[in-house]
């Protein structure tokens, strides 16, 4: 039975505090997964592109595949999930990415590699995807939305400690073993799910029709403008972003000399920015409305895209590759929350459908630029810049062509 604000799936699941607990922690460490897999070997790059013998677009490629995997894994594992259940997707899901992170840790080539992040990324959106079902089975209004807060503060988070995290292992090990701490990761992860989630999803609740009613409900929202310009709005910014992840670390690293300790740090205050304004976000949605704090949020982008290429122009050196990176991370801060919101307002009926949409989109668009940021090399920052001030811009025309236009009384 359905009560707002209260639990919805059987009362067994959180009937103590301890149950409670064991499932806080099982979804929000599901949910920084994709975090932790992009971030955590970020400063291992330029060692892993010496130790493979390779070039820096190439192990960018490492990148590219993981989030295109992340994106089409969404749109096969979550109908799954509607039909067969959370659990038995979710340990099927945890095992595979395991054991593909160890093959990683041996992969002798880097064409091997991108393949295999490519099935890492795919056998992780279970994580990804079915954490936010099993929110959606067992809570319903302001209860939902609290979890929900608490889970969009673990995916800040992640970002700020999975590089930290890298840099201190490369201390003790070389880019294999940050591999290797990924497949214990998920190991810990598939037996919290296997100990510490129950069922959520009753076979009496389970949805026939499977993929095809999916790709249907797709089919339909893809024909809404508004949708679609918050969704591509949200996949540029993270394109813009994800431009400066795949490449900073060539750019701090080579291009400016930190070590992977200091870039983790430098990195870590980007992501920093972005969490704070998230929350900023949170408490002001209220008195100001999501839309203006979007706006806000595609301001600081194209302000922070621009400086960044205006200031290579420049020579504006590290400054300007800092400031522009802070200035796009906050931007996501607010684009992020209220994009999301405002795109699925009108599809409460298929919230889940619209928010898959999105996230397709986003990690689609940014796993494309990725490997444009080493076009030229792993020893300038320009491409690096280039490709996030086009994103920044791009983010702003999508809005301001398929939003503002189609809804000019927000």
Known sequence: MTVAGQSVATPTVLSSRSKRLRVIVVLGGLSALAPLSIDAYLPGLPEMTDSLQTTSPAVQLSLTGFVVGMSLGQLVIGPLSDTKGRRGPL????????????ACAISPNIVLLDVLRFAQGFAGAAGVVIARAVVRDLFSGPAAARFFASLML???LAPILAPIFGAQLLRWTSWRGV???????????????????????????????????????????????????YALTTAFGFAAMFSYISGSSFVLQNVFGFSPQVYSYAFGANALGLVICAQISGRLAHRLGAYRLL????????????????????????????GGAFLVATGMGFIFPNAMALAMAAHGKDAGAASAMLGVLQFLVGGLAAPLVGVAGENTAMPMAAVMAASAVTASLSWLVLVRRNSPTP
């Open 295 to 322: 706006v806000t949020g595609i301001g600081s982008l194209l302000a922070g895209g621009l400086l960044m290429l205006v200031g290579q122009l420049a020579g504006a050196g590290v400054v300007g590759v800092l």
């Open 154 to 156: 673990v995916n800040g």
């Open 91 to 102: 340990i099927v899901g945890m095992a595979v990415f395991t054991l593909v992170a160890l």
């Open 179 to 229: 591999f290797v701490a990924l497949a214990v990761i998920g190991l810990l992860l598939m037996l919290g799910v296997a100990l510490g989630l129950p069922e959520t999803l009753e076979p009496e609740r389970r949805r026939a029709g499977g993929l095809v009613s999916t790709l249907r409900t797709f089919w339909r929202l893809g024909h809404d403008p508004i949708l679609i310009g």
